[in-house]
């Protein structure tokens, strides 16, 4: 088992950042990667980022490309998801997840296999 908390959501004006962290606990030694993503009211949950465990490749969604870095803290068991140049649409829950197996790209929700409970971000105009 996996446990993964995230924290650093919150309220912000179009062009500000925040630090999303995902903090995780358990079987840590066999994750592959961890991601994250996002669900807006009334949308499917979209893929937003992840990190390679084992190389620290890193994968992101085109409409994220160069506003959102992912990085990561072994030593903490942490991730992070720094968004800058925020925008209204980015409003979302944003998720953690974690990957137990090996894929090509890690940018579907099948290639996941723990939740965090997710953080609300919301982009105001």
């Known amino acids: 088992q996996v446990q993964l908390v995230e924290s650093g959501g919150g309220l912000v004006q179009a062009g500000g950042s925040l630090r999303l962290s995902c903090a995780a606990s358990g079987r840590t030694f066999y994750i592959y990667a961890m991601g994250w993503f996002r669900q807006a009211p009334g949308k499917e949950r979209e893929f937003v980022a992840a990190?390679?465990?084992?190389?620290?490749?890193?994968y992101y969604a085109d409409s994220m490309k160069g506003r959102f870095t992912i990085s990561r803290d072994g030593a903490k068991n942490t991730v992070y998801l720094q968004m800058n140049t925020l925008k209204p649409e980015d409003t979302a829950v944003y998720y953690c997840?974690?990957?137990?197996?090996?894929?090509?790209?890690?940018?579907?929700?099948?290639?996941?296999?723990?939740w965090g409970q997710g953080t609300q971000v919301t982009v105001s105009s």
């Open positions: 990190i390679n465990g084992l190389g620290g490749k890193r």
């Open positions: 997840a974690a990957s137990m197996k090996a894929s090509d790209t890690f940018v579907s929700v099948r290639d996941y296999d723990y």
